[in-house]
């Protein structure tokens, strides 16, 4: 059996078109009674364009595991990853950290690569709850463990700056699959350990 055990990751939106992003950002500007002749906007529209791209595109990876020869059965848990997103109502950033955790089976992750399944969740268009399913179950399929645990706290500018404009808010949100949902005591290690109170 190989020591390692890879699968490339990489998602790239289909037909990016920056170009005509750059012309639709100048329009969508225009539309709101913004002139862009003056020299410090004239290329707003271009950088836009590029911003957008640039939190729209994920970073390949490969995601590697390898054999849990000590047959470690505690939790992994990894806190505070910095974790970005655009939510998907109003296209402005949401930010926070995930707390990544997981009861290791046969095979144990590079620790760098569950910040990098988040990223790889965070860089489209995005609510909150489904991020957070989509990280512990894209981890559930391909790591097989006994169970996993994520918990995304973010701030969401749609909520702070505009609308009810709830400065300091935070939304927290769970997924919990396999022994960390269904045995109490695995639940509350991992909830005490990321420093979550459940």
């Given at each position: ?173 769970s997924a919990l699959l396999g022994a960390l949902r269904d045995d109490p005591r695995s639940r509350q290690e991992?909830?005490?350990?990321a420093g979550v109170h459940a």
């Open positions: 059996m190989p020591s390692t055990a890879t699968l490339h990751v990489l998602h790239q939106a289909p037909g990016r078109d920056l170009a005509a992003a750059e012309e639709a950002a100048a329009a969508f500007l225009e539309a709101l009674g913004i002139d862009l002749d003056s020299e410090s906007l004239r290329q707003t529209p271009r950088r836009m364009a590029h911003g957008y791209a640039e939190l729209f595109t994920p970073r390949a990876f490969d995601l590697t595991t390898f054999p849990n020869d000590e047959d470690y059965d505690e939790l992994v848990l990894v806190r505070n990853v910095p974790l970005r997103s655009v939510c998907e109502h109003h296209l402005l950033p949401f930010a926070g950290t995930v707390h990544i955790g997981y009861l290791p089976g046969e095979r144990i992750i590079g620790l760098s690569k569950l910040a990098r399944v988040a990223e790889h969740f965070a860089c489209r268009p995005q609510v909150q709850e489904r991020l957070t399913k989509q990280i512990a179950g894209w981890l559930d399929e391909h790591l097989h463990p006994r169970g996993v645990g994520v918990v995304i706290e973010a701030e969401h500018s749609c909520m702070t700056l505009r609308g009810v404009q709830s400065v300091g808010s935070a939304t927290v949100t991992f909830f005490a350990l």
